[in-house]
């Protein structure tokens, strides 16, 4: 099963930095913007909620590490489930989360490694294209655009590798058609192993989901609701 959770900037407020341990909070008050602070808050405090009802343990407890597929180092890179140094969350759960403007959306997978990807069509400049499109794809502008970046984004969110890897050295679908990846560098297999979907997503914004391996029940649930249930308390469900 993979969840889609959606909430909104303005659903920060201080007390969520509770949720969070020292050194997230530290990542956070780097942003010298008001409104970054809070998409980081809101995007964190409702994964460590989400995965902390999972695991049966405190948000802050939750063992989140990173690790980077590029250099094969721990401590930087792609967030999963598990101590620095053992295997990159194999077992799950898996998570992305992703925010702009004044959206936030977390992706918690049993189904495999997984990425979510959401922009603002504000995004969508069209001399980003040379940056994002493949040899073998058509150009694309607009919506068009931004649909194609962020099932690009969603993708290189899954692999871990971030915007590390050029989107032209991969392809995705056109627009148009469903998502789905079609090639992959050093890895032909891929593209069969890994599922793409466009996800709904509030007017004004696109967003993509990707995980590696066949996806089952896909569920939408309203994020803003989980965090607004901890003013009621501790116990918190946010399945």
Same mark, same amino acid.
């Given at each position: ?15 969520? @930095?509770?949720?969070?341990?020292? +050194? $997230?909070? @530290?990542?956070?008050?780097?942003? =010298? ?5 809070? &998409? =980081? ?23 989140? !590490? ?32 992703? =925010?702009?403007?004044? &959206?936030?959306?977390?992706?918690? !997978?049993? $189904?495999?490694? @997984? ?17 994002? &499109? ?48 079609? !090639?992959?560098? $050093? $890895?032909?297999?891929?593209?069969? &192993? ?6 709904? +997503? ?5 967003? @993509? ?31």
């Amino acid at each position: 099963m993979t969840g889609i959770w959606w909430a909104h900037v303005r659903d920060a407020r201080p007390a969520l @930095a509770a949720l969070l341990p020292p +050194s $997230d909070v @530290a990542r956070m008050q780097r942003y =010298h913007q008001a409104a970054d602070r809070d &998409r =980081h808050l809101v995007a964190w405090a409702l994964s460590r909620v989400i995965i902390g009802d999972l695991l049966g343990c405190a948000p802050a407890a939750v063992p989140v !590490s990173r690790y980077c597929p590029q250099c094969g180092q721990s401590g930087h890179g792609k967030p999963y489930i598990g101590a620095a140094g053992t295997q990159t969350g194999a077992a799950g759960p898996h998570f992305s989360l992703s =925010h702009a403007g004044d &959206r936030v959306v977390v992706a918690v !997978s049993s $189904d495999g490694p @997984a990425g979510v990807d959401v922009e603002a069509t504000t995004r969508a400049a069209d001399a980003i294209d040379g940056l994002v &499109r493949a040899p073998a794809e058509q150009p694309a502008r607009g919506a068009d655009l931004l649909r194609r970046w962020v099932r690009k984004e969603a993708v290189l969110k899954a692999t871990g590798h971030g915007l590390a890897m050029p989107m032209t050295r991969f392809a995705v679908a056109p627009p148009g058609a469903p998502a789905r990846l079609l !090639s992959w560098p $050093d $890895d032909p297999s891929l593209p069969g &192993r890994l599922t793409l979907r466009d996800l709904a +997503s509030p007017p004004g914004y696109a967003a @993509a989901l990707a995980v590696i391996g066949p996806l089952g029940q896909l569920v939408t649930h309203d994020g803003a609701a989980v965090l607004a249930a901890l003013r009621d308390g501790p116990a918190v469900t946010a399945r």
